[in-house]
């Protein structure tokens, strides 16, 4: 073939090439798209997740996708990232991701007489010092600094929810949501002159307001706090459980905390305290019921019949010497139980929610003398699912799962009193310290980052606390040694 031939022959080849091909792909089904990426608020990946759901599952390499403030999806990564994009999105390497801690009983504006009186009895303690040195020192700003100094603790170690029992709880509230904190704050009623209140009338009107102001807020549950069956006649408690079924409100009281309250209480009514509450017709399940310490069979049963949660404090009970809570017990019996720090001064001088789960477990352990009493897995148990069961608020609280809140938390492992890791359960419990908490989402809102609180002024909450501090100590004739 000649060279012109040649190259006369090569477009033709190429021009059949082409048509060829052409009708081939007019032929062939077109290609499937991928599918478009559904939007998600943040997206928090890499990590290794702790659901804490009913089948305990551990996700590693996993990924949760927030919209709205809830969870609507949670897998590995590579399968969330597949499916969403972020308009925000936090790398979770290396770090483990909990849901929120709950603490289930709190007294946030003592962090004021943090350290006001120690190694004392209970009555001692109440009634020589706090009962006097409140009487003297709290007001509306007492309160909503001490809480904002609460928040910053409590935040800074992972608490994402809290049930709290003080005066001026309005001022807790505003603080709280003004932090982005999760709440469940009740106006304490007390059947003498309190700081805010001084008659029952007073108090009723205050808390129904309250109640009224805060119902139906996604951050904040507004409750009433009778303070307890021996300081609440019996009218003051049904009062207070009266007005706040008329709301939908939680109920907060202190139960069974003493041997010397058991005994007061059986003396004055022959029966015990949970008896005694039941019988007026107190208890039911919007009750959450703090200490339960002395406890026998038929109290746990009757707490369970009710469906009232509980709040356990080892740290209070320990301090105070208040006895350990028959815990196992409890949790045999099927009762709402979970775990709180109690007051920041006293009976807890912090409000350390990894320290109360290491020291749950370590109490069982020494009361029961069996290692086997309680494990770090059910001591992460209540302080998370738990305590959400305890607030009956499960369904919305308390695990990483999909249609749930946003409240997550991440932690470092890779400090030195963290290494190495053979158990994610004991490593949690017995190993990882507040201060390991890295970052803090409530509600798909992050709070804290890097360990830096973005909603509360750090140095100007220090700052007023010492200024409060200074006023306390001159308001005592005589300050505690």
């Keep these: 073939m000649t060279r012109k031939r040649i190259r006369f022959a090569v477009p033709i080849f190429y021009f059949l090439f082409s048509l060829f091909a052409f009708l081939a792909n007019a032929q062939a089904p077109p290609a499937a798209k991928a599918p478009a990426k559904q939007r998600a608020?943040?997206?928090?990946?890499?990590?290794?997740?702790?659901?804490?759901?009913?089948?305990?599952?551990?996700?590693?390499?996993?990924?949760?996708?927030?919209?709205?403030g809830v969870i609507v999806a949670i897998g590995p990564t590579a399968e969330i990232v597949a499916k969403y994009t972020g308009a925000r999105s936090i790398n979770a390497s290396g770090r483990l991701v909990l849901p929120g801690l709950i603490n289930?009983?709190?007294?946030?504006?003592?962090?004021?007489?943090?350290?006001?009186?120690?190694?004392?009895?209970?009555?001692?303690?109440?009634?020589?010092?706090?009962?006097?040195?409140?009487?003297?020192?709290?007001?509306?700003?007492?309160?909503?600094?001490?809480?904002?100094?609460?928040?910053?603790?409590?935040?800074?170690?992972?608490?994402t929810t809290y049930a709290d029992m003080y005066y001026f709880e309005d001022a807790i509230a505003r603080a709280t949501k003004a932090a982005g904190m999760r709440g469940v704050l009740g106006e304490t009623w007390i059947d003498f002159p309190a700081p805010d209140n001084k008659t029952h009338a007073e108090a009723i009107a205050y808390t129904?307001?309250?109640?009224?102001?805060?119902?139906?807020?996604?951050?904040?549950h507004a409750a009433v706090a009778p303070h307890a069956?021996?300081?609440?006649?019996?009218?003051?408690?049904?009062?207070?459980?009266?007005?706040?079924?008329?709301?939908?409100?939680?109920?907060?009281?202190?139960?069974?905390?003493?041997?010397?309250?058991?005994?007061?209480?059986?003396?004055?009514?022959?029966?015990?305290?949970?008896?005694?509450?039941?019988?007026?017709g107190f208890l039911g399940p919007d009750v959450l019921a703090a200490h339960c310490v002395w406890l026998d069979a038929a109290d746990i049963a009757t707490l369970v019949k009710r469906d009232v949660g509980c709040a356990h404090n080892p740290s209070s009970n320990m301090m105070l010497a208040s006895g350990a809570a028959p815990v196992g017990d409890m949790l045999r019996a099927g009762l709402r139980l979970g775990l709180g720090t109690d007051g920041?001064?006293?009976?807890?001088?912090?409000?350390?929610?990894?320290?109360?789960?290491?020291?749950?477990?370590?109490?069982?352990?020494?009361?029961?003398?069996?290692?086997?009493?309680?494990?770090?897995?059910?001591?992460?148990?209540?302080?998370t699912i738990?305590?959400?069961?305890?607030?009956?608020?499960?369904?919305?609280?308390?695990?990483?799962?999909?249609?749930?809140?946003?409240?997550?938390?991440?932690?470092?492992?890779?400090?030195p009193h963290a290494v190495p890791s053979y158990n994610l359960y004991s490593s949690i419990v017995y190993t990882l310290k507040a201060s390991d908490v890295v970052t803090v989402i409530i509600n798909g809102r992050t709070v804290m980052q890097n360990r830096r609180v973005l909603t509360l002024n750090e140095a100007g909450v220090l700052a007023k606390a010492k200024e409060y501090a200074q006023k306390v100590k001159e308001s005592l004739a005589a300050p505690p040694q």
Excluded at 55 to 68: F, L, W
Excluded at 108 to 133: H, N, S, V
Excluded at 233 to 252: C, F, H, N, Q, T
Excluded at 398 to 415: H, M, P, V, W
């Design 104 to 159: 289930t009983h709190n007294h946030a504006p003592m962090t004021l007489l943090r350290g006001l009186a120690d190694d004392l009895t209970l009555q001692e303690w109440l009634e020589k010092y706090i009962f006097p040195a409140e009487a003297k020192n709290v007001t509306e700003d007492f309160v909503l600094w001490g809480t904002r100094l609460a928040l910053l603790e409590m935040i800074r170690g992972g608490t």
């Design 41 to 68: 608020d943040l997206l928090v990946t890499g990590g290794t997740i702790v659901t804490m759901d009913a089948e305990r599952r551990v996700i590693e390499d996993g990924a949760i996708a927030v919209r709205g």
């Design 386 to 415: 738990g305590g959400a069961r305890a607030l009956h608020m499960e369904k919305e609280i308390g695990s990483l799962e999909t249609g749930k809140k946003a409240d997550i938390i991440l932690l470092r492992t890779d400090l």
């Design 229 to 280: 069956a021996f300081t609440n006649s019996e009218a003051s408690l049904k009062d207070a459980a009266a007005l706040a079924r008329r709301y939908g409100a939680p109920i907060l009281i202190h139960v069974s905390e003493t041997k010397r309250e058991n005994d007061e209480i059986r003396a004055k009514y022959g029966a015990s305290p949970v008896a005694y509450l039941d019988r007026i």
């Design 344 to 383: 920041p001064s006293g009976s807890n001088n912090d409000l350390n929610m990894m320290e109360e789960m290491d020291l749950a477990a370590k109490l069982q352990k020494v009361s029961r003398m069996d290692p086997r009493a309680l494990s770090a897995e059910q001591a992460l148990e209540l302080a």
């Design 208 to 220: 129904e307001k309250f109640l009224k102001k805060w119902k139906g807020d996604p951050l904040i």
